[in-house]
């Protein structure tokens, strides 16, 4: 069937202006089915998927544990043993909150969640278990150390009693 028979027969069924109303519709639906749906937070959306790339949680061993306390004396070290463990020893400088006391959250929530956060316990379970908690609470930068205080200890690094 030629073309211009097509287009008569087309116009003899549907009148020219129902099929303007089509072509309208539809390029309307075209048009809007492909754009994005705009968020009223997309700002705040913004900031967590900036903020959430730009987290590091990491374990790291004894060497690079000791040289990021060099290379960043603002730290906060953190020894989440508990005091009995504590009474053994600790990494100079840290600071003590026992991962079992029922208010760690809220006295980790204290720190700065800007500069980075050295964790460790007695092995490194519970330090990893912190490090995963601080990262869920916004905490920048988060190392754990690999072996914790025992590892340091062994590779003959400072303590105080």
Not at 53 to 63: G, I, L
Not at 102 to 108: E, I, M, Q
Request: aromatic share 8%.
């Amino acid at each position: 069937m030629p073309l211009h028979a097509f287009v008569t027969a087309f116009n003899i069924f549907i009148p020219m202006k129902k099929v303007m109303n089509i072509a309208f519709l539809l390029s309307v639906i075209a048009a809007t089915s492909c754009s994005t749906p705009s968020s009223p937070h997309a700002a705040d959306d913004a900031a967590v998927a900036q903020s959430v790339q730009a987290t590091v949680a990491k374990d790291v061993d004894v060497t690079a544990f000791n040289q990021m306390m060099a290379d960043h004396p603002d730290a906060t070290v953190l020894d989440v043993r508990t005091p009995e463990e504590t009474a053994a020893g600790m990494i100079p400088s840290a600071k003590h909150i026992d991962f079992y006391d029922p208010n760690f959250a809220n006295l980790v929530a204290e720190l700065p969640k800007d500069k980075p956060v050295m964790v460790y316990c007695a092995a490194g379970g519970r330090s990893s278990q912190a490090m995963d908690k601080m990262k869920g609470m916004g905490f920048m930068e988060v190392y754990n150390l690999n072996g914790g205080y025992r590892a340091w200890s062994s590779a003959g690094m400072p303590t105080t009693k």
